[in-house]
Structure formats: C-alpha cells, structure tokens
T-cell receptor, first 116, second 111 residues
Framework: SAVISQKPSRDICQRGTSLTIQCQVD?????MFWYRQQPGQSLTLIAT?????????ESGFVIDKFPISRPNLTFSTLTVSNMSPEDSSIYLC?????????????FGSGTRLTVV | GIQVEQSPPDLILQEGANSTLRCNFS?????LQWFHQNPWGQLINLFY???GTKQNGRLSATTVATERYSLLYISSSQTTDSGVYFC?????????????FGRGTQLTVWP
C-alpha cells in the first residue's frame, strides 16, 4: 500500500494568514483526497484532488478558502486561506486506487492546526 | 451519500478483555476499511474488507455485504489499543472512490 508523508505535522497560526500543507506519496496513485477533522468529530471530505485539473469540492467547501493543487500522481497541497479560529482542526490527506485493491486508501499522519 | 453507523460510541475495557465493534451501512459498497486513530491523530489502516473475513494478530474483521454490516473483533486488549476506531465505506457504482466515515467508537483500555 502507498505510504504518505504529510507536513507540517502541526502549526499554530495567526488569524488572517494562510497555511499550505503538503502530501507526498511514495508511489503513483490515482486518487487523492483531503479531509478535515474538527475536535472530537469524524472525518469530513473537503475535496478530491485531481491530477492536472481543478479539485472537486464537497458541499460547504470552496476553492477560494481551500485551494488545492495536484501537479502529478504523487504530490498534492492544500492551502487553508484567511484563517479564523474555526479552522482549527486536523487536516489529513489520503491516497490510493479505485476498484479492487488489497489495501484500500491510506492516510498521511495529519496536520494539527491551531488558529489564534 | 451513504450512511455509516458505528456502535457502541464508547467502550471501556480492562486489559485482557475482548470486544466487538459494529459498523452498519445503508447501501452496497465496493470498499470497506477499518481504521484506528491513535491519541496523536494518526489514522492507521487496519483492514480493507469489503467482504469476507480477515485476521491480523489479535484483530479480526468480518463483513457481510449482503446484510450491510461489518464487525471488528479485538481480543486480549492492550492499553495501546486505546483510541478511536473508524469504519469507512465506498459506495458501489461510484466512480469517485471517496470514503464515507462513521462517527467512530472511542475505546479506552485500562491496565
């Protein structure tokens, strides 16, 4: 299964600033996703990162707030823009293949973001 | 989307005890995974199990796709098993491949 390296692991940011989170996969994967996990909650899908084209965003998430890049099949970034304390969450990237697979999707180690 | 319900929401065990976690889902799936989220927030893939039974050490999982449920068994629990266990599914026929997550089971194992 794919191994995903995510950074930074944590950050404390001032409101109004932006943070870019990076995920690097050790092999080419068709699918990459970005999730948000608010304190004490389950994971919520932000968007599907599409290689070479605009990401597909879920309801409630917009490109201006969460711009995503995916220049190739092993790398993606998520930017959290114009941050407010409500953006304090764990952000996780995930990758893998669609269709029959022995392993399914794996996750990066997460970025714990605190906005002050 | 597809609804994923996990039970129980919380579970407290003494070290050495066995437990069963359940995941019900509302539609046909082509992907079902069990994850363990440790206290540091890292999400570990335990099983990819859209059907059938798998075992890995003290953990095993069974999915009965026709009845739309999956079970995760933890035997001889250890304090390091503590954390949140998530069930996540991918809907059959979906070309997007995304996972839908349950709310999780918070497991606490006391020494």
């Amino acid at each position: 299964s794919a191994v995903i390296s995510q950074k930074p692991s944590r950050d404390i940011c001032q409101r109004g600033t932006s943070l870019t989170i990076q995920c690097q996969v050790d092999s080419q994967v068709t699918m990459m996703f970005w999730y948000r996990q608010q304190p004490g909650q389950s994971l919520t899908l932000i968007a599907t990162a599409n290689q070479g084209s605009e990401a597909t965003y879920e309801s409630g998430f917009v490109i201006d707030k969460f711009p995503i890049s995916r220049p190739n099949l092993t790398f993606s970034t998520l930017t959290v823009s114009n941050m407010s304390p409500e953006d304090s969450s764990i952000y996780l990237c995930s990758g893998g293949e669609t269709g029959p697979s022995n392993y399914g999707y794996t996750f990066g180690s997460g970025t714990r973001l605190t906005v002050v | 989307g597809i609804q994923v319900e996990q039970s129980p929401p919380d579970l407290i065990l003494q070290e050495g005890a066995n437990s069963t976690l359940r995941c019900n889902f509302s539609d046909s799936v082509n992907n079902l995974q069990w994850f363990h989220q440790n206290p540091w927030g890292q999400l570990i893939n335990l099983f990819y199990i859209p059907s059938g039974t798998k075992q890995n050490g003290r953990l095993s999982a069974t999915t009965v796709a026709t009845e739309r449920y999956s079970l995760l068994y933890i035997s001889s629990s250890q304090t390091t098993d503590s954390g949140v266990y998530f069930c996540a599914v991918g809907r059959r026929g979906s070309t997007l491949g995304r996972l839908y997550f349950g709310r999780g089971t918070q497991l606490t194992v006391w020494p």
